[in-house]
Nanobody, 121 residues
Framework: VQLVESGGGLVQAGDSLRLSCEAS????????MGWHRQAPGKQRELVAS????????NCADSVKGRFTIFRDNAKNTMYLQMNSLKTEDTAVYYC???????????????WGQGTQVTVSS
């Protein structure tokens, strides 16, 4: 399994960014996926997840209404559109592959290098 995140950067509060995650072909189309983030000194947290066909998504309360997760299975790519960024969104963002059980997303222990998002005030 190979996951490659990109699209991070340094932006100001209120700006937007779109993150991308490219994954191995067979893994991508057969799996649910998620975006996670880890801020300095904090544990990694799940930000958003999406089913295999993109028909259902979930977002953490902290980003609901600002972040949108979507995927393009034809391009083996998943995205995270982040609008109205806040300083508290500053973190390294990672994508994952996983599955849903009981309505909850569980990720496999495969991680890319992540992409840094820094939001200044």
């Amino acid at each position: 399994v190979q996951l490659v995140e990109s699209g991070g950067g340094l932006v100001q509060a209120g700006d937007s960014l779109r993150l991308s995650c490219e994954a191995s072909g067979s893994t991508f189309t057969g799996s649910a996926m998620g975006w996670h983030r880890q801020a300095p000194g904090k544990q990694r947290e799940l930000v958003a997840s999406i089913t295999r066909n993109g028909g259902r998504t979930n977002c953490a309360d902290s980003v609901k209404g600002r972040f949108t997760i979507f995927r393009d299975n034809a391009k083996n790519t998943m995205y995270l559109q982040m609008n109205s960024l806040k300083t508290e969104d500053t973190a390294v963002y990672y994508c994952s592959v996983g599955f849903y059980s009981g309505g909850r997303y569980y990720e496999y222990d495969y991680w890319g290098q992540g992409t840094q998002v820094t939001v200044s005030s």
